[in-house]
């Protein structure tokens, strides 16, 4: 009976850790540091923190601020500020979920 009732208190102890773990949405601004086919790396100047964001090889949702035009993930170049659409999930990897593109004042691109 107590063998029972540790195991039932480890399986809801664990099921409320991968529940308050689990995939989560949150967005990120900062300055492209690293881009490749696979990962992004941006850096918030504001906080000093820099986050990695992995992206699937056939990535598509790179926007413009304003969201009506779309960019292929060869358009981010280092040095660009990006705005980050993510979630995390319980293993602690961050996806990216969209990628907006802006200016260095935080515009979209094209109205400086």
Do not use: E, W
């Amino acid at each position: 009976m107590i063998h029972r009732s540790l195991r039932m208190i480890l399986a809801t102890a664990t099921a409320v850790l991968l529940l308050s773990q689990a995939a989560f949405a949150a967005v990120f601004y900062g300055i492209t540091v690293h881009v490749s086919t696979n990962n992004i790396k941006v850096h918030d100047p504001k906080s000093g923190q820099t986050l990695a964001f992995t992206v699937t090889p056939k990535f598509k949702d790179v926007f413009s601020q304003d969201g009506k035009t779309t960019y292929q993930m060869n358009a981010i170049r280092a040095g660009q500020y990006v705005k980050v659409y993510y979630d995390q999930h319980f293993l602690g990897l961050r996806h990216a979920d969209k990628i907006y593109i802006l200016t260095s004042r935080n515009y979209k691109m094209g109205s400086q």
